[in-house]
């Protein structure tokens, strides 16, 4: 993940860039989380409106991965298709992991 070219994709200065990802990885980890229950629980529409703030918020910054993971685990839950939604959810989580960690890294070396 590259912060300066993303952020001047973005037609931002870096520090802002990455200062607006901190929010967005912040706000990602809750709707991980509330993901996350709506799988164990197995209720589709709220795995349909938590995997849709991570995608709409992915979109905008740029994070193509984690934008198609979470439009993927939304149009399955849109379909009713539950099966295998765990595992999406585990590698969206890690993939959001991936990101707080090159933002930390990203500090250290500021």
Not at 64 to 73: C, K, P, T, V
């Amino acid at each position: 993940m590259n912060f300066r070219k993303l952020a001047e994709d973005a037609g931002l200065e870096e520090e802002e860039f990455v200062d607006l990802v901190k929010v967005f990885a912040d706000v990602a980890i809750s709707d991980l989380d509330r993901l996350k229950a709506a799988v164990a629980e197995g209720v589709a529409a709220d795995m349909v409106e938590a995997a849709h703030s991570i995608k709409g918020s992915a979109v905008n910054f740029g994070f193509e991965d984690l934008r198609d993971l979470a439009r993927q685990i939304e149009m399955n839950a849109r379909e009713g298709i539950l099966e295998g939604a765990a595992d999406q959810v585990r590698l969206l989580e890690e993939n959001i992991r991936l990101m707080v960690e090159k933002l930390d890294v990203w500090r250290l070396h500021r």
